[in-house]
């Protein structure tokens, strides 16, 4: 299985700050990879696939780049309602796999 | 509108059986790549199953042998059928739709709770 290396696990930081997110693949998976956004109690909704598409809807302050093995999401200007898990999760192999999740919390 | 209402969660004895459904609305399940997603409680997400829309079925190594991915095209539902449960089973089971015949899961239900215990 391919495993999917989030970091960091948690963060804490300002409304308005830039919040960097990354994941790494234990293998090459192209640009087969997705993040979702899940807030607590509810379901994930996915934001970024492919790795850089945003999907329609989602705010433009959110985005993501990489391919390969090493990728990133971005939060351009953190708001208070983006509290919530991010993971990401490929999909070149089966079985898909997640990270581990980020918290990311306001300080 | 895209709905997915996953139904047959509760509390179920080590080695008993369940069967989860997801009634799907405003789309043909058939039609789609369908997938189980869990997620035990505190924990991460762990992909479960898919059923291809060919009806070809995938599974975790996690369940294998245990659990069957099943869809009824004239109910337009989803099922996961769930034996030989372990504790390690609990979780919240999520069915989720995968974007154009893909495993980027696009739409995803609220949710069904199984707790295995004794």
Redesign the interface.
Known sequence: ?IQMTQSPSSLSASVGDRVTITCQASQDISNYL?W?Q?KPG?????LI??ASNL?TGVPSRFSGSGSGTDFTFTISSLQPEDIATY?C?Q?DN????????TKVEIK | EVQLVESGGGLIQPGGSLRLSCAASGFTVSSNYM?W?RQAPGK????VS?IYSGGST?Y??SVKGRFTISRDNSKNTLYLQMNSLRAEDTAVY?CARG?LD?????Y????TLVTVSS
């Open positions: 299985d997705n979702y899940q509810k379901a994930p909704k996915l696939y492919d999907e993971y999760q999909y089966l079985p898909p796999t997640f990270g581990q999740g | 997938s997603v991460g997400l762990e992909w898919v995938y975790a190594d999520y974007k893909s495993l980027v899961l696009l995803w239900g609220q949710g």
